[in-house]
């Protein structure tokens, strides 16, 4: 989970089905970018083809190359260190490393959060610290100031107001918080605090054309107006994902608990949702 919908880099309902789009619609203009080449957007690189679940891990995201230059991706691992990676020959060779990054890496996203039309590399680690590197030559462009946030347990990128420009979207410190990360402030945490979200979908997931801001805790908030629509009793799951199951043109929150097991709940009427026929 983890890749783009709104933007990339942002965290949506329809990265995999976007990924898919992209395979079924360009899978031969692919093929030229090499034989370790899955897949691929405009401008966005390509996964390698690696084998079980690699593709759908969080912290592994293509970076963009120029045409005709081999494919790379990058890596955030648990030692708390990013890496960037570029396809050599059947394999892929390091070409880059970052410095100890304060904490295992839990979140990568590429994205265009400063609106300069280049994207850059959203690294979050579960001690708190967020970091900015450049997709070419990696330089470090920013990082937020330490002990800002005691811990942070999940982030995404996507643009929740009226600027531009994707705003990163963290559960960090207990609270959930939207940061604007071209001019590096908080435009708004949340009263409520304990917040513990594995991962936050930004989706309109009641069907009234504003998005919400869910919180895989069990946590609903307008992403705008910033307000609790609905807690939930219960947890979502650990992942979350959205689609419109039963053709009423709202999108069912689907969670996935412990790797596998899912759930489906209609957030518009607040509730677990009936499969049964
Ligand atoms: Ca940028
Ligand atoms: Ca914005
Ligand atoms: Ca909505
Ligand atoms: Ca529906």
Redesign the pocket.
């Known amino acids: 989970m983890g890749k783009p919908r709104l933007g990339w880099g942002a965290r949506g309902v329809g990265r995999r089905s976007t990924w898919r789009v992209a395979v079924a619609t360009a899978g031969l203009v692919l093929l030229a970018w090499g034989p370790t080449a899955r897949a691929a957007e405009p401008g966005r690189g390509a996964l390698p083809q690696g084998l079980g679940a690699f593709a759908e891990y969080d912290c592994v995201q293509p970076l963009p190359t120029a045409p005709g230059h081999p494919a790379r991706f990058t890596m955030g691992d648990s030692n708390g260190l990013l890496h960037v990676y570029e396809a050599r020959g059947t394999g892929y060779a390091e070409i880059w490393a970052s410095r100890y990054l304060e904490g295992a890496v839990l979140a990568l996203h590429v994205a265009d959060v400063n609106d300069d039309g280049v994207q850059e590399i959203v690294v979050a680690t579960d001690r708190g610290r967020v970091h900015l590197f450049a997709v070419e030559g990696f330089a470090s462009l920013w990082s937020n100031v330490p002990g800002e946030y005691a811990g942070l347990s999940a982030a995404t990128v996507a643009n929740v107001d009226d600027d531009p420009q994707p705003e990163l979207i963290l559960c960090a410190g207990g609270r959930l918080v939207i940061f604007d990360a071209k001019d590096q402030f908080e435009e708004w945490r949340s009263e409520q605090t304990g917040l513990a979200a594995s991962d936050i979908l930004v ?10 801001l869910v919180l895989s805790d069990g946590y609903v908030f ?2 705008r107006l910033h307000s609790l ?1 609905w807690q939930s009793p219960e947890g979502f799951g650990d992942r979350l994902g959205a689609l419109d199951l039963d053709g009423d043109n709202i999108l069912e929150l689907i969670g996935e608990f412990n790797g596998r097991y899912l759930k489906v709940f209609d ?2 009427l607040r509730r677990a949702k009936s499969l049964k026929p």
């Not at 989706?203 to 919400?212: I, L, M, P």
């Open positions: 989706a309109d997931v009641d069907g009234d054309d504003q998005q919400e307008d992403a629509e957030v518009d």
